[in-house]
């Protein structure tokens, strides 16, 4: 695919006392703004092999961009 945008980012561990640690993956902002993920939406993760994971949203919200992206 051409013209991919990639961010990187590291998996991050909580881990509360008494409990089993939890790691947590982080959205950019300017990627969870260019695909319209809002703060407490549900998602969820389909794993398509050990080095790809596809996220899916519950519910797409529609879109709401006012003009497209400039191309760098």
Do not use: C
């Not at 640690?21 to 969870?32: E, I």
């Amino acid at each position: 695919m051409e013209n991919q945008i990639k961010y990187s980012l590291k998996v991050q561990a909580i881990r509360p006392k008494g409990q089993t640690p939890k790691l947590y993956v982080y959205f950019p902002l300017p990627l969870a703004a260019a695909i319209g993920l809002e703060p407490g939406e549900e998602v969820s993760w389909e794993l398509l092999d050990r080095g790809e994971l596809h996220l899916v949203r519950k519910i797409t919200a529609p879109l709401q961009a006012r003009q497209r992206a400039a191309k760098s």
